[in-house]
């Protein structure tokens, strides 16, 4: 395939110079697969010459680390190792917020304010834990809300996640991700230091054609929340991970990854609508009724974005060497979906397969009844499609797995759910469930033994 990543190559130049970023590098990844890769620009813009930049040079990669470390966190939860329910003083007793649970620090709802007490350690350098949690954190303890009770982004509780893995696996939390994260998903350019290809993060003047120089300094326990080099084809990859690619790939079970996709909390901000969420570890989108999974990150002289599709397995991802905001990921990504198949409806169908339904089923063809509500179903060779009258863009499918049992493959109410029919008049059914919500041929056709009953009298006049 090169449409669209013949015309992405063209547009990736324009982008750097709109976007004013010495360099980017972008890759597209698909149920683990690498797919397309592209790199533009200098690299090392302090340097005397242009450095192009390849598909091996390393980006520091920022926020992207924490969705790297909240996969690490669950991998112990899966393990029976830690609670998600459990607050954080089970394992941290000095920890702040510690009263907090696991899934409240994964989705920032922690109440733990933003940064840390002291200069800003992106720049400056990060704390060690033992000076971190010795320093005054302002009022309430560093808390700005009571656990749970509202989303607020926070890089300190991220620290806190990645000391959770230290503590518990008894080494730093880098070795902890290369072992349970890189190493399993071949994410070879994937570590905390930018090794010896490596992009140089500047300063872009924002109104003339000036540079400066960012400062890398280690950030020691912060690290967790944003001190990961990567690749975008290292993070394309990880980014088809979450999506579900690979049932997990040994690393998180489909169910866990879910988990992480699914709402957890509310980004509300005044004056926009409800359009943005966090699960654990991911940024949640859904502006238009679609939901976006995506995370972002940025630390001075770097700028990264990971935009994934959970539908098809697709992944997009794209790195900067400046502190200027990237766009446009999110909508390429949209873009290539569009013409990909549907890895969910596969899944559901057990292995991938396209199968033949049972022949008795044309007879559900035609206008049923869910309770009052009108529902069309069309036959075809691999699929039942349910389509509610009153709204003709809610659809249903429903195809065979691999064992004969009819399921649900979209994501809606009967996502996995059992279709079941008269089995006692299969030429002329009277009714059939889905998700066991019955459905007659006339609303609640008494014929059809509708469930709690008809009532005295059945239906009467209405006055």
């Not at 992106?122 to 560093?142: K, Q, Y």
């Not at 990645?162 to 890189?182: F, I, K």
């Not at 300063?203 to 690749?231: D, F, I, K, N």
């Amino acid at each position: 395939m090169t449409e669209p990543f013949d015309r992405w190559q063209h547009e990736l130049v324009e982008r750097l110079h709109r976007e004013r970023q010495p360099s980017l590098s972008v890759a597209a990844a698909r149920a683990g697969d690498v797919v397309w890769a592209a790199a533009v620009g200098d690299a090392n813009p302090l340097g005397g010459q242009p450095l192009v930049p390849t598909a091996t040079t390393r980006y520091r990669v920022a926020s992207i680390t924490k969705p790297q470390v909240a996969v690490a966190v669950l991998a112990l939860v899966e393990a029976g190792e830690v609670d998600l329910a459990a607050p954080m003083r089970t394992w941290l007793p000095d920890a702040p917020a510690a009263d907090a649970s696991v899934a409240q620090f994964l989705s920032h709802t922690s109440g733990l304010v933003a940064e840390p007490d002291g200069p800003w350690w992106e720049r400056a350098g990060g704390a060690t834990w033992d000076d971190l949690v010795a320093m005054p954190l302002g009022r309430h303890e560093g808390r700005i809300a009571r656990p749970g009770l509202g989303f607020h982004y926070s890089n300190l509780g991220y620290a806190v996640l990645g000391r959770l893995l230290e503590v518990v696996h008894e080494r730093t939390w880098h070795e902890v991700l290369r072992e349970v994260v890189w190493t399993p998903l071949g994410m070879a350019q994937t570590d905390i230091t930018g090794g010896d290809d490596h992009a140089v993060g500047v300063g872009v003047h924002p109104l003339r054609q000036l540079v400066h120089p960012e400062p890398v300094p280690p950030y020691l326990a912060m690290g967790p929340a944003g001190e990961v080099w990567s690749t975008p084809s290292d993070l394309a990859v990880f980014g088809a991970f979450l999506a579900g690619a690979g049932d997990g790939r040994g690393v998180l079970r489909p169910d866990t990854l879910a988990l992480m996709r699914h709402p957890a909390a509310l980004a509300l901000a005044e004056g926009y609508p409800w359009d943005e969420a966090y699960g654990l570890g991911l940024r949640l989108q859904n502006p238009d009724g679609r939901v976006r999974v995506l995370h972002t990150g940025s630390v001075p002289g770097f700028t990264a974005q990971l935009a994934l599709d959970p539908r098809t397995g697709a992944a997009l991802a794209i790195c900067g060497n400046a502190t200027h905001r990237q766009t446009g990921v999110q909508q390429w990504l949209d873009e290539w979906a569009a013409g990909l198949p549907s890895l969910v409806d596969d899944a559901a169908a057990g292995d991938g397969a396209r199968r033949p339904l049972p022949e008795h089923l044309v007879a559900i063809g035609g206008l049923w009844y869910r309770g009052t509500q009108p529902v069309h179903v069309v036959v075809r060779d691999d699929e039942v499609v349910l389509t509610e009258v009153d709204d003709p863009d809610w659809r249903t499918i429903v195809r065979t797995d691999a064992r004969g049992n009819l399921l649900g493959t979209s994501e809606d109410f009967a996502f996995g759910e059992q279709l079941l029919v008269d089995p006692d008049h299969p030429d002329d059914p009277r009714w059939f469930t889905l998700a066991r919500l019955h459905h007659a041929r006339q609303p609640y056709d008494p014929a059809s033994d509708v469930p709690g009953g008809l009532g005295d009298g059945g239906w009467r006049p209405w006055h």
